[in-house]
């Protein structure tokens, strides 16, 4: 982005808009009869800050405040009067950038006596103010949670709507909204973005030690919130007060001394498969308190685990059975400053830093045979610095955000850097050895910087609520091949037994291979360079929530977002993402209201929709010839500008010999681009990308039971559109396998045959011919990303919870009915046979029909808890794919994808076989975890905790994060069978311990 045009930004948003942190909303009823109070004094508290504010009622028995701090809790007092005894609520928290709602009931002097009224307002609260469907879990409950590793994303499927996920790679969000793709989530702290841009996903992720509450907004949220058709989490972060308090901790998973047994791999907190020898140990710190008492605040966190790991290198040929160990480190830091400038202008910095390394160290879980030098480590390094301005101008309150964030994901740091790989066969062709670089290269880094303007006014009975933001994110990826050179290695038996009397063991090496090995084939990287662009998101949002009476309040928004990506291969962006919001919320009497609305929900481009455009396109003039032909058709638009579409991306190089280990380099090949043929190559779609949406409606029914506890039901339904896909503009004809008694195998040659531009092969191998002209730097794939695929779902949520106020006891507990079915799961999701996607309509790889999720927490005796957690789920879809052993192939009709992720349509499904067409069993999973703080000292406590996590060692084929390539979701054969093959499962019972000090 030109950096003149982004500082006029900053300066004409600075000058028209602002917003609000967070507010809260009081209303004041007579108990006699229920109508509002008007002219009633309240004074609002909070001794963390030093806070204290005086208000009226207007007309309505409400007052409004806004640019309220989210540090420390809020109590509400009403002082007694002639004619209304006093009242004072329990303490309140807020979260960032929403406005809370309660209701005080005060009982007359001349209706009741003093002895029938009561004093204090309960903490469970139904919302008045909007149709927003969230739940939330603050500080306290996370901290009575059994939760792994203080991470919070095992936490978030404790909140309705939320289910762990299964994703399309190790690393993906490990929860789902509403059962839809984890990678278009859009992740929150304080109302900032900590999105990472590439794929999608938290990009810092932040540990419990410095959330002091969590929100999952599923539906008929704000205008405010956008970039996202599935939902929002927004974090709110920790703050210091007038008080020092803080902790430090030590938490271990020993590991298999104690966990339960599994002949099956479980994650670790990146999502890879870990297995015997694992051990976790974690320690850090988290204190604050006041630089200058009401007015100067810290918050500091820092983190740090280390995971311990072994695999089994084994090569019986070479003589080699040794564990190999690995270490993941996880480092987590964390600051906050806060400083009231004055009673109406107080100002934030909060900085996050991630320093993460999943150490890939040779080996295998069950035994393999790659060695450490060819071992790598994956890095997921992120940064946060985020300045955020809140203040009021006479009625006017606003905020100011600035942040600007790093994210680096090198997915192959490798051993060796500057070294060839290379794959080792014995004499009897099976692989012995792999050694060297690890063969690939995906290093991404990105930079991006976020403006947030907006400014609220209430007035008339009128909240006004305008602003905007800028968020530009720049991309620069090093991705393809090695080019150092791959080879593949074949060794004789001399060969073999010289390598054996070198005894080097474990530290096999690229040097200790004989150079007069025959080389198979090799291949090397012939554009090993950096490239990206940049991404800008304009928003722009106004809403006004119009309270008609003390009853009824109405909120109108409209809301404006453009993605720069939209473009694509076009001439032209998607301007048009104009998104209409409605909701109402109608209190019914003092305990329950009547909540609906309906909303357009816009997404954003996931940039690795771009990027991989980029990284498998080409040039070579072959190639735009077959691109020409497929305009000619009527395939690609008349209008495609070829230069626009096409890229110099990355391509590898085979060569059947060459020699080891001095192959040539990319440089000194002289292969023309037009001399290689790819399986597939991708294009910049020419006519732009949609942006994808969502149309949402939603309404429910809240009501207060009692004074602790809150019963909502909410009714809901989405339908979206222009969802990502892909599309092979060089298709074979259909060849559809519906009927399983007469199976007709179409072989690869013969589909080749039948695609728009027809694929042959000869001796030097595949071309095409085209007006007599023979090409071979072409792709018998040609792939485009476009954005027409839908979805629908269909859901009701039933939740109760209970506030512990002066019992022994709180709960939580909701059931979800639902249902999501669409015709695309992913951005690299194809159609089984020909494009034909409406074939392909079937229930999402995250559906669930039924989820019951609750929590219980004991208080049995004076600092000892008991804490439990279910979470009980139907099962998940299973994808049907062909038998190998009854056809001979998984690839019926010849289009040659018969690899890879059978859950993105890279294979076909058992003849008769719809997609998703069967199910999993039911999962059940029951956590404890069990706590006891003793006292001891000024205000000190030490806290030993024992958490376990599936208690009854329940042995589940699905209901918990995943990867769709290891899940058995992918079964072979048809339904009829009942063919479960177990690739997969929960994690056994697992033990954690925590040692806490806290003051």
């Not at 009869?33 to 008007?38: I, L, T, Y």
């Not at 999502?271 to 308190?289: A, D, L």
């Not at 074949?490 to 474990?506: F, V």
């Amino acid at each position: 982005m030109n950096k003149s045009i982004f500082i006029t930004l900053i300066l004409c948003l600075w000058s028209i808009t602002t917003f609000a942190q967070a507010g809260l909303e009081i209303s004041v009823v007579d108990r006699d009869g229920g109508s509002p109070v008007p002219e009633i004094e309240l004074i609002i508290l909070n001794d963390a800050i030093g806070f204290t504010e005086t208000a009226t009622t207007d007309r309505q028995g409400k007052i409004r405040l806004s640019n309220l701090s989210t540090t420390g809790s809020y109590r509400v007092s009403i002082p007694e009067s002639s004619e209304f005894y006093g009242l004072s609520s329990d303490p309140l928290q807020l979260r960032s950038n929403t406005t809370r709602s309660i209701t005080m009931v005060i009982a007359s002097k001349s209706a009741v006596e003093l002895d029938e009224i009561t004093v204090s307002a309960p903490i469970t609260r139904i919302n008045t103010i909007n149709a927003e469907v969230a739940s939330e879990l603050s500080s306290d409950e996370l901290e009575s949670l059994p939760i792994e590793a203080r991470d919070i994303n095992s936490a978030l499927y404790r909140l309705p709507n939320v289910t762990p996920a299964t994703g399309f790679y190790p690393e993906a969000p490990t929860v789902s909204i509403n059962g839809a793709n984890s990678l278009y989530t859009n992740y929150l702290i304080d109302g900032m973005d900590n999105n990472e841009q590439f794929l999608g996903g938290p990009k810092f992720p932040i540990p419990t030690g410095f959330v002091q509450n969590v929100t999952v907004m599923t539906n008929n949220y704000s205008t405010e919130y956008g970039l996202s058709g599935n939902g929002v989490f927004n974090i709110t972060s920790k703050s210091g007060g007038n008080d020092l308090k803080g902790e430090a901790f030590y938490v271990v998973r020993p590991g298999s001394v104690v966990d339960g047994q599994s002949g099956f791999a479980r994650r670790d907190l990146s999502g890879n498969p870990v297995k015997e020898g694992f051990q976790r140990h974690q320690f850090g710190f988290g204190f604050g308190g006041p630089i200058k008492k009401d007015q100067t605040f810290y918050y500091i966190n820092a983190e740090q685990i280390f995971d311990l790991k072994d695999n089994l290198l084994n090569s019986p040929e070479l003589g080699v059975n040794e564990n190999v160990q690995g270490q993941n480190r996880f480092t987590l830091l964390s600051g906050k400053l806060d400083h009231t400038w004055t009673p109406n202008f107080r100002s934030s910095l909060r900085l996050n830093t991630g320093l993460i390394n999943i150490e890939r160290q040779g080996g295998g879980l069950d035994g393999g045979v790659t060695f450490p030098s060819a071992g790598n480590s994956q890095d997921r390094n992120s940064f946060h610095s985020a300045l955020k301005n809140s203040y009021r101008l006479g009625a006017w309150s606003g905020e100011t955000n600035l942040q600007y964030s790093r994210f680096r994901w090198n997915y192959s740091n490798p051993n060796n850097a500057d070294s060839p790989s290379a794959t080792v066969l014995g004499p009897s062709g099976q692989t012995i050895a792999v050694v060297g670089n690890p063969g690939f290269e995906f290093d991404n880094i990105e930079n991006t910087l976020q403006l947030q303007q907006n400014f609220s006014l209430y007035k008339n009975n009128h909240t006004l609520k305008i602003g905007g933001s800028v968020l530009s994110a720049s991309h620069d990826l090093l991705g393809g091949g090695n080019e150092f050179g791959n080879y593949l290695l074949q060794l004789n038996q001399s060969q073999l037994n010289n390598l054996q009397n070198q005894s080097s063991g474990s530290s096999l090496n690229i040097g200790d291979l004989p150079t007069d090995a025959e080389v198979l084939s090799y291949s090397v990287e012939l554009r090993p360079t950096r490239f990206g662009t940049t991404q800008n998101i304009y928003s722009l949002y106004v809403e006004d929530l119009y309270s008609v009476n003390s009853k009824l309040n109405l909120t109108f928004g409209l809301r404006y977002d453009y993605d720069s990506l939209s473009k694509s291969g076009g001439g032209s962006g998607d301007f048009n993402n104009i998104a209409p919001r409605f909701n109402f919320n109608y209190k019914l009497n003092n305990r329950s209201s009547l909540r609906g609305g309906y909303g357009i929900f816009y997404d954003k481009i996931v940039y690795s929709v771009y990027s991989d455009a980029l990284q498998q396109n080409s040039t070579a003039s072959d190639f735009r010839v077959q691109l020409q032909e497929l305009i000619n058709q009527g395939i690609l638009p008349d209008d495609t500008d070829l230069e626009a579409v096409t890229f110099n991306g990355n391509v590898s190089a085979g060569i059947n010999s060459a020699p080891f280990p001095n192959g040539p380099t990319s440089g000194e090949i002289s292969a023309d681009r037009n001399d290689i043929f790819s399986n597939s190559l991708r294009i910049l779609n020419p006519e732009g990308y949609d942006n994808p949406y969502t149309h949402q409606f939603s309404v429910g029914y809240q009501r207060q039971v009692g004074n602790d506890k809150l019963f909502y039901v909410d009714f809901m339904h989405s339908r979206s559109h222009n969802l990502f896909r892909l599309r092979d503009l060089n298709a074979p004809a259909p060849y559809p396998q519906n009927d399983p008694q007469n199976v007709e195998i179409r072989t690869q040659q013969k589909a080749d045959q039948t695609r728009p531009v027809p694929i042959f092969s000869d001796e030097s191998g595949s071309f095409s011919v085209v007006n007599g002209d023979t090409l071979r730097g072409i792709g018998r794939n040609v792939v485009m990303t476009e954005t027409a695929g839908r979805s629908q779902y269909w859901a009701a949520s039933l939740n109760l919870q209970k506030s512990r106020l002066d019992d022994d006891f709180s709960y939580r507990i909701s059931y979800t009915l639902s249902q999501l079915r669409n015709n695309t799961e992913d951005i690299n999701f194809r159609a089984e046979d020909a494009n034909n996607f409406e074939n392909e309509w079937g229930p999402s790889i995250n559906d669930r029909k039924h989820v019951i999720s609750g929590f219980l927490n004991w208080y049995a005796l004076d600092g000892f808890s008991i804490n439990m957690a279910t979470l009980m789920q139907s099962g998940q879809p299973i994808n049907r794919i062909p038998n190998a052993e009854v056809y001979g192939t998984t690839d019926l009709n010849g289009d040659g994808r018969s690899f890879g992720d059978a859950y993105v349509g890279n294979s076909d499904r058992s003849p008769g076989e719809s997609r998703n067409s069967d199910r999993l069993p039911w999962s059940v999973t029951f956590d404890t975890g069990v706590q006891y703080r003793v006292p001891f000292g000024s205000g000190q406590q030490l806290e030993v905790r024992a958490d376990v996590f599936n208690m009854f060692n329940t042995h589940n084929l699905s209901g918990y994060a995943n990867n769709a390539t290891q899940s058995n979701q992918i079964q072979v054969g048809p339904a009829s069978s009942g063919r479960i093959i177990q690739k997969n499962a929960s994690p056994p019972r697992q033990v954690q311990f925590t040692l806490r000090y806290l003051f």
